[in-house]
């Protein structure tokens, strides 16, 4: 297993991450989520998961999502502080 697969495990080890696609700031919670897409068959599996989490779970990832998406850093508030 390499180093961003090993880094691709989220959460407990219960999920594999094979993509982090995009990002947004929730309307209802005003706090940063990022849209995952999960190692399966179906893209309807992608969902939701608060940037926060997604940083601390899959740190190697993260950091590789953030200059592929350079709107990010345009935010005034990115990185969030957490």
């Given at each position: 297993m390499d180093e961003l697969q090993e880094q691709a495990v989220y959460g407990?080890?219960?999920?594999l991450v094979e993509a982090l696609l995009n990002y947004r700031l929730s309307p209802a919670t005003h706090r940063w989520g990022?849209?995952?897409k999960w190692f399966?068959?179906?893209d309807i599996e992608a969902s939701w998961e608060p940037a926060e989490?997604?940083?601390?779970d899959v740190p190697v990832l993260?950091?590789?999502f953030i200059?592929?998406?350079p709107m990010i850093a345009q935010h005034a508030a990115w990185?969030?502080?957490w």
């Open positions: 407990e080890g219960e999920h990022v849209f995952v399966g068959p179906d989490t997604t940083k601390q993260f950091q590789a200059p592929e998406n990185p969030p502080r």
